[in-house]
């Protein structure tokens, strides 16, 4: 099998559940899911099906009860805490509902300074984050602070910190979720934009149904395993 076409992304039997009381809660009951290069899948399921689980288990933020998560085809189910963090700041992105960017700093710190910490030197990381933003549309809003910036700015910017160490996998919990409609599409068209030129493979949850539409698959959540949507 080509490189190209190995999966950016694979949950295997994954189980999670929570303690509840005297009792356990169980959200995922073996769930599978395979995300390749380049593919965008929407997450469409009801408040408390698990998204925001399957989210943070296949983000390496939690780990399942059973089965294994294989980033770029390697297994984490065995690695340290160490190493599942650093496979995640090497190859996954997050954006969230809300955007979380330092007040203080301006847009291109915000997308300059995870790529520090991977170790770029401050040049590579403003060469970098300056093509990122630019190509986002926001070229001539470099140097302001998230509290100058728009609702649908701001979440551009986050969008671009997301991707900003180049990762395999781009995880979204309902991205344009805070904004209005408008704003939402023109947010989203940006992220697509990015998703096709970068070739990475991408997980959104959304209640957006018309968004969800405009990805190449729609998943739920049913009865604790991932479902395809026609």
Do not use: C, W
Not at 90 to 101: A, D, R
Request: glycine share 10%.
């Amino acid at each position: 099998m080509g490189e190209d076409s190995q999966a950016v992304l694979r949950l295997v039997g994954v189980e999670r559940r929570y303690r509840q009381g005297e009792g356990a809660l169980d959200i995922l009951r073996g769930a599978a899911l395979e995300l390749r290069p380049g593919e965008m899948a929407a997450l469409v399921a009801p408040s408390g099906a698990g998204k925001s689980t399957l989210l943070h288990v296949a983000g390496l933020l939690e780990r399942p009860d059973s089965g294994d998560v294989l980033v770029g085809e390697r297994s984490t189910r065995a690695m340290s805490d160490a190493e599942r963090t650093r496979l995640r700041r090497e190859e996954i992105g997050f954006v969230y509902q809300f955007h979380h960017l330092l007040p203080e700093f301006t847009a291109l710190e915000n997308v300059v300074m995870p790529q520090l910490i991977r170790g770029l030197s401050r040049r590579e990381a403003r060469t970098r984050a300056t093509e990122l933003l630019t190509f986002l549309g926001l070229g001539q809003r470099l140097t302001h602070r998230p509290a100058k910036l728009s609702g649908g700015e701001q979440q551009r910017v986050a969008i671009a910190r997301a991707v900003a160490n180049a990762p395999r996998l781009l995880l979204a919990d309902e991205p344009t979720g805070n904004l209005d409609p408008a704003t939402s599409g023109h947010v989203f068209s940006t992220l697509v934009s990015l998703v096709r030129a970068s070739g990475l493979a991408a997980l959104i949850a959304t209640h957006n149904l018309e968004l969800a539409g405009r990805m190449d698959r729609r998943l739920t959540i049913r009865d604790g395993l991932v479902v395809e949507l026609d």
